[in-house]
């Protein structure tokens, strides 16, 4: 679990980008990254690759100097049997320095099941059957990946919180989509790949949904800016 000394860095750089993101960002880039200027691939579903998600990856280009390419398909999950699946996009990716699998909420939404995060890996001889659940989807991408670009940086952003029902928002809702966060937090920590805890350090609650949200599932342009500063102070300096 991440110290509370790495969240309250997290936080004074959620501060900072969005108080930089209020004034001019283009004037502003954050050239002393790591990251700055790299290419970038985007895997996920709906969440991620919406027209309103324009709002927060602006920011990134912005403020980061990055280029972006989408492979996100909207109704897509990491199990294969959940759309146009993580995997497949993955399979179809070409080599970039950045990586980030952004996790929906359609494996959640669509009961697939969740499974150990050892589903897929040398842990169990990478069974194939182990690609139906969430778990072993992410793992597949991640090796995937890697034989794709051995040099590869692979970030992750969990789930968002979603307000269909209880169990998209509440952390605490037996069988909830935390638990489904959860396990992408430790297939991450497996494999030492840093995340973004969005379900957490989103800041959406049930007060401030019709702010941020355009229906249950889906962030609004305003959502996302706020979504992307966020994501900006991760992928200048991710934890």
């Known amino acids: 679990m991440k110290s509370i000394t790495n969240y309250l860095l997290i936080f004074c750089l959620l501060f900072s980008a ?3 993101a209020q004034q001019n960002p283009a004037k502003n880039p954050i050239t002393h990254s790591l990251n700055y200027g790299k290419s970038i691939a985007v895997f996920g579903g709906s969440v991620s690759v919406i027209p309103a998600s324009d ?4 920011l990134w280009e912005e403020r980061l100097g990055m280029t972006i390419t989408n492979y996100g398909v909207p109704g897509a999950g990491f199990s294969s049997l959940q759309g146009k699946s993580l995997q497949q996009q993955v399979d179809e990716a070409g080599v970039f320095d950045i990586y980030i699998l952004w996790a929906s909420t359609n494996d959640y939404t669509n009961n697939r099941e969740n499974g150990s995060y050892t589903d897929y890996t040398t842990f169990d001889g990478f069974n194939p059957e182990k690609l139906k ?3 072993g989807g992410i793992n597949y991408c991640i090796k ?7 040099n590869a940086t692979i970030y992750f952003f969990t789930s968002s919180k979603a307000f269909m029902d209880r169990g998209g928002y509440d952390p605490l809702e037996p069988n909830g989509m935390v638990s489904y966060v959860n396990m992408q937090k430790k297939i991450c920590e497996l494999h030492g790949i840093p995340y ?4 957490t350090l989103g800041g959406y609650n049930s007060y401030n ?3 941020y949200y355009r229906d249950p599932i ?3 342009v305003e959502g996302y ?5 966020l994501q900006v102070a991760f992928l200048a300096f991710p934890q």
């Open 144 to 150: 995937k990946i890697y034989e794709l670009n051995p």
């Open 196 to 199: 973004l805890d969005q379900f």
């Open 209 to 211: 949904q019709s702010l």
């Open 55 to 58: 709002s927060a990856k602006i």
């Open 18 to 20: 969005d108080l930089l």
């Open 133 to 135: 659940t969430q778990a």
């Open 225 to 229: 800016k706020k979504l992307g500063a």
């Open 218 to 220: 889906h962030m609004n």
